[in-house]
């Protein structure tokens, strides 16, 4: 009977052992971080380029840790996972995409269509949900990473964490993570775009920044958005969370800068029989940030003016950027194809077919209400 | 006849004063500290007497003022019927007389610091309380320091020691059982316990068990707890020690029972809850938010000193995306050059760390300061240089160090229970770790302590529990803990002020 029991708590121990347990034991610096990669088409006749960035984390023997640095490789392959083993293999370490930051695209890539390339990213398990997603405005992919790093510090690094900043900074770019991309994708009624990556040239190299959005038909890539567009195209998707923000009409020949701290969009489809309309409500919080001019415009003019001033401008240049979006590109990039789904899904079915064309034509109504809330200065006695 | 130990049912052999103190010697033979005086009465040379004791264990002032003077100047009358009852009853100063032919006694009385008065024509004997040996003065004790409460600790002494709990809990119902142990070492021993609150099963299964032990020596009272404990070989303890009285008073008024051994510190107490390794002494003597924090910090570093060596090679080598991503940098870089595998690594460490903890306990502390420079600077700082460990490990195992003794009557569990945790979770990661845990409660929840579950209450509702995780205030705790004692009623009603 001891015996008995004995055999049996041991079989059980050895099961938990072989049936439960997880052999992947693997130390740290047997493997390399990879921060990010870039796709790319392939060059010597093969499908795909994959070139990535790892983190050198080797002190080269010393005794003070080396700041971190970046190391590039690039294979190829038919397809990205043979391109991604094909990896492994000439750096001769595992390679680990738990901690990738991003996955930026070339341009031929994209306009190939994502679906067939993000199919690795959504399958695999180490990739993560919220992988950064990018579209090289250079040549290719690769060289974002290749040439893009000021002092051999990981551009992955720098870059992700500038588009941390990026939303609240500017106002002008939005990160779009792997599983938002999957949503634009694969989703009701909202065309994708990514963050656009491009090289800020100086005279003596270059340096990656942000800059405008890349719009996609479907998951292929038509066109793009600049800085200005993305500003709007932003402030009606509700993705806004700071910047500056120009009055324009030109009060006084100057314009007056408002930082926007708290901004929200509310859009809603009018449905009248076949007739739908666009009802989009912007409302912006700021503070009066700065004005270019010796004529103490915020006295003169008073808050209510500067605001309408705002409210003006905001209105139209919104609307100019879904025009041109209509017009351009024909791509619902700003959901409206979602808000009708979400508010009459029967009707959206009917319609789908034909959203592209009913997009084109689709009216909007934009109003704004642009709230002064401090004006940041203490006037000195006979200030005029 | 020299290597007997039992005199039972041996007596002395007859009437002969020569006869019985050549018996005596007999017995002792080859012990020189034996002193035999003979006497004989001033006012009749025919009356003779003899005295044997044990020199050093006797007080010899006692000796001289309250046994030999009295007998030389006393004037003994014609008739009298026994010359040692007439002793006993009129001529002895001495505050404790045994009249007696057993040998048992005799010999037992003689090793004990008493003397031994023969008379020439009685085949009895005296035995008189002349004991008086030095005994180290009452201190507080090294392992359980308080900063704020009672600063006794027991000493060898059982008497002495048995007097610091009387004079704690002044009652008739405390009661006090003698027993002896072991065959050559005689050693007394007392059971203690409060009479109307001791769970009676309590106290006959300790009895049955101690009535078992035959073992020639009992040095400390480990013996019997090794020999009495209710799962042999299991790592966590089931009984109880400890050296303050204060602790043992509030043992016993809780229902439990003391078993107090000559010649040791240490007493023990059953039944035993696993908390009470928690439960600092001060808890009871500090503001109650205070002892509670302390004692949830206690509970807390115990897990931490168990399980942090574990879920950082758990982590570190098999579970890398659970670490945030700078973490995972920083570890990299600390182990980039580092030739062992991180396992090896923390063994190594916590191995150092176990030595330098044994040798700071064993080595004179004059030698304190060469420990810790060899044990901060050559083994914490040159270590990571030289990239034998890498520096995370270090934190790691200071860490589960200095949590680990935390709580000190628990050290030897929770070294073991680090290493097992460890070595689960180098095969297994973090299911490894989860299964020593859960393996973990299963032993602590399948232990009892006199039929006291060793876990005691700590599953029970929070009303139950106000002694386990926290240390409730005095208004509100009561009851007595319900595991322990039928007789539950602490307090009438919480006097908190209204």
Partial sequence: MRAFKIFTAAALAVSLVFLTGCWDYQEVEDMYIVGGIAIDKGTQGHQYRVTAEVLDLSSGGSEKQSPIKGKVLESEGETVSEAIAALSHRANKTLYYGDCKMVIFSRDIAADGLSGVLDWMNRDPQPRFTIQAYVSQEQTAGEILLKGSPNGQPITLLISKAMEKAASYSGKSQAVELYQLDNFLWGEGQSATLPDIRFHRYEDGVEPELYGTAVFQGDRYIGELDDQESFYFLFITDNNSGGIFLTGEKPDDKDISLKIRKSSTNVEPVISGNNIRMKIKIRMETSYDEECSRKNLLKNKGIKTIEQYAEKSLVKRAGQTVDTVQKKYGSDIFGFGRKIYEKDPDLWKKIKPEWNRHFRDLKCDISAEVVITDTGFAFPKGYE | MASQDNFKGAKLPCEKLDANVRYIHSVFSDDDTLVTRFLSSPFDSALKFCLIYANGMVNNKLLNDDVIRPLLQYRFPEEHDGLTRLIAQNVMFSDDVKQTDDMEAIVQGIVYGDTVLL?????????????????????????????????????????????????????PDLKFRFLTFGRKTRTKACLCYLDSVVNKHVLEELKKRLATIDIDGTLDTEYIMELIRDKPYSPVETIGSTERPDVVAGRLLEGRVALVLDGTPQVMTVPFLLIEDFQSDEDYCLNYYFASLGRILRILAFLI??????????????????????????????????????ILEILFMLVVFEMLRETGARMPGIMGQTLSIVGALVIGQAAVTAKIVSAPIIIIVGIAGITGLMVPRLKSFTILVRFTMLALASVLGLYGFLYGRVALLILLYGMDSFGVPLMGNSTEKLKNTKDIYIRAPWWMMITRPKELTKNRIRQNRGSKKK
């Fill in chain 2, 119 to 171: 008379a020439d024509g009685c085949a009895d004997s005296l035995v008189l309380n002349t004991k008086g040996w030095n005994t180290r003065s009452i201190e507080e004790p090294e392992s359980e320091r308080v900063l704020r409460g009672p600063r006794e600790g027991f000493n060898e002494s059982m008497l002495v020691n048995l007097s610091m709990i009387r004079r704690r809990i002044r009652t």
């Fill in chain 2, 305 to 342: 000193s168990t399980g942090l060596p574990a879920i950082y090679v758990a982590l570190a080598t098999f579970h890398q995306d659970i670490l945030p991503a700078p973490l995972l940098i920083s570890i990299s870089q600390a182990r980039d050059g580092v030739p062992f595998p991180t």
